[in-house]
């Protein structure tokens, strides 16, 4: 009975949301913005789009119903280079970790060959110009939490050798060797071990991503990197409280020595007051929580791109504040102010976390370059945002990486 009252209700929402969907206006992007936003190079450095690779339903060379990626939108929203993430929760540690990391990295692989004459795997700054060159969207891996090397320094360069080009340090739990934002202390920032990870992947050309790390972590990478680091999906603490995302301090410090902040979209890290609604409002969280397990169960895929809808399904309805993708220029802004241009990009988060009202899916992204050239950035400087950064740190990254190359075969 549950099952049939759940069919009618996915009718009955289908229907209103077809409704709601001709309702709302096509966005409003000028002939500049359009002209700016498709003839720049775009990057995005965190998409969780990986996670759905496992489920029969997606296709990512199809426009699909849900979720925020596929190569159709991407076209549409002027995306020309994605990194996509490789996640597996950080309670999983050990050989299995690392079996299920490759078991993703083999699905990126095998989906972007699927897709061939849109999508191409790339390794380096100078692939990626190659691909846009050639007019196809760049594929690019990140692995989302050190848990999946296994403890196991040799996995990092077998995970450099298949083609991963950046590495989280740790997800919302410790793990072995490096602390994060979100659990108890327990290493008093990066062991030596974790240091010597952060040395190897410096002789990788693997970036070294310091998103959901603790602060310590956070000093002590910054303290044994020789290359520049990023922040592949993190967003500004002085706008939202939120210990996922970056102090001023702190955008400072990864500035000075060269970084990027890749600013996140998820809601709950860009606004204050959702973020103070959804604390002082348990139950509203549970609700939520109930209807993404009825629509999903277990799935986890499905959670990820349900949880996104529901959230803004209650925004919508008034349950829940408001947060529109004007609160994504606020936080670019704010880190421009901080840490210079040169230091800022974007790590949507899609696919893994719930977008603002306006920034539905990756279609809407030239709403960003509109935005900021209403806010009088110039031109050259919304290209540095939009993926030219990202591009510049890589390319240093992988200067630094031939240097110690040559050094150590000296
Ligand atoms: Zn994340």
Redesign the pocket.
């Known amino acids: 009975m549950n099952r049939f009252r759940l069919v009618l209700c996915s009718a009955v929402c289908l229907f209103v949301g077809l409704l709601f969907l001709r309702a709302v206006p096509a966005d409003d992007i000028s002939e500049h913005a359009r002209k700016l936003h498709f003839s720049s190079l775009v990057v995005d450095t965190?998409d969780d789009t990986t996670q759905r690779f496992f489920s029969p339903k997606f296709d990512l060379g199809k426009r699909n119903p849900d979720g925020h990626i596929d190569i159709p939108r991407m076209r549409e929203g002027g995306l020309d280079a994605i990194f996509f993430?490789i996640?597996i929760d950080g309670k999983i540690m050990g050989p299995p970790a690392v079996l299920k990391a490759l078991d993703q990295i083999d699905e990126v692989r095998e989906n972007v060959r699927l897709n061939s004459k849109e999508i191409v795997m790339a390794r380096t700054a100078e692939d990626v110009r190659r691909a846009h060159a050639d007019g196809k969207i760049a594929a690019l891996m990140g692995v989302?939490g050190g848990h999946m090397i296994g403890n196991d320094i040799h996995v990092v360069r077998i995970f450099a050798d298949l083609g991963v080009r950046y590495m989280?340090l740790s997800?919302f739990y410790n793990d072995e060797w490096a602390d994060s934002s979100t659990d108890k202390p327990e290493h008093n920032g990066l062991t030596n071990f974790g240091k010597g990870v952060v040395r190897e992947m410096n002789r990788l050309a693997l970036i070294v991503d310091i998103?959901?790390v603790s602060d310590k972590t956070f000093y002590d990478v910054l303290a044994t990197s020789i290359a520049p680091v990023f922040a592949s999906?993190s967003s500004c603490r002085a706008i939202c409280n939120a210990a996922r995302n970056m102090t001023d301090d702190m955008i400072r410090a990864l500035a000075k020595n060269g970084g990027v902040i890749q600013i996140n979209y998820h809601v709950g890290f860009l606004s204050q007051e959702f973020r103070d609604f959804e604390k002082a409002n348990p139950a509203a969280e549970k609700e939520i929580n109930e209807e993404v397990k009825k629509r999903c169960g277990d799935n986890e895929a499905c959670t990820l791109v349900t949880g996104d809808q529901v959230v803004r399904d209650f925004m919508q309805a008034g349950k829940l504040p408001k947060v529109d993708y004007s609160v994504i220029i606020s936080h670019i802004d704010h880190a421009v102010k901080i840490a210079g241009v040169d230091h800022v990009g974007l790590g949507s988060?899609f696919d893994?976390a719930v977008m603002p009202i306006g920034m539905q899916d990756v279609t809407h992204l030239p709403q960003i370059t509109e935005a900021l050239l209403q806010k009088g950035y110039s031109e050259g400087n919304i290209r540095k945002i939009l993926g030219e950064n990202t591009l510049r740190l890589m390319t240093d990254v992988e200067r630094v990486s031939r240097e110690l190359n040559a050094g150590s075969s000296n």
Do not use: I, K
């Open positions: 965190h993430s996640w989302e989280t997800h998103s959901h999906h988060d893994g």
